[in-house]
């Protein structure tokens, strides 16, 4: 193999390896602002059948850093997510289904919840170089 080639897939691999995003720990991530904020009735305090959803955006991202990631409980908006941040749902118990859409792509992922009363569920939303991930994260 020549030396350009070489440097050609070093470079590749430096580049994607550079663009993943790392998980942040729930109590380092920042909560999301106010005004960012879409439903803010889930924001209050929990009632006596819910379950406490939350959900955080990796931090140290390269791609999609420059916009939020929007967060979708079944077809309600949310709240924009930017690295490193967090929100806090308050939920009914039931089975949902969450959804980030970002304005950089048209990428739409899902994962599907079971929220019970007096639990609290963890899920992180992670980049890639070729698509934004929800998935279940340690606390």
């Known amino acids: 193999m020549s030396s350009v080639r070489i440097f050609v897939v070093g470079l590749a691999l430096a580049i994607i390896s550079g663009c993943s995003s790392s998980p942040v720990p729930t109590n380092q991530a920042t909560p999301v602002a106010a005004n960012r904020l879409?439903?803010?009735?889930?924001?209050?305090?929990?009632?006596?059948?819910?379950?406490?959803?939350?959900?955080?955006?990796?931090?140290?991202?390269?791609?999609?850093a420059g916009?939020?990631?929007?967060?979708?409980?079944?077809?309600?908006?949310?709240?924009?997510?930017?690295?490193?941040?967090?929100?806090?749902?308050?939920?009914?118990?039931?089975?949902?289904?969450?959804?980030?859409?970002?304005?950089?792509?048209n990428t739409v992922p899902t994962a599907a919840v079971d929220i019970k009363v007096g639990q609290t569920r963890v899920y992180r939303l992670s980049v890639t170089p070729w698509t934004i991930l929800i998935q279940p994260a340690v606390r």
Do not use: N, Q
Request: glycine share 8%.
């Open 67 to 105: 916009a939020p990631e929007k967060l979708f409980v079944g077809e309600t908006e949310i709240a924009l997510l930017w690295p490193g941040e967090k929100v806090r749902v308050y939920l009914p118990a039931g089975y949902y289904v969450l959804s980030a859409r970002g304005r950089m792509d």
């Open 38 to 64: 879409l439903a803010p009735i889930f924001m209050r305090s929990p009632c006596a059948k819910c379950g406490i959803l939350i959900v955080k955006r990796d931090a140290h991202t390269w791609l999609h």
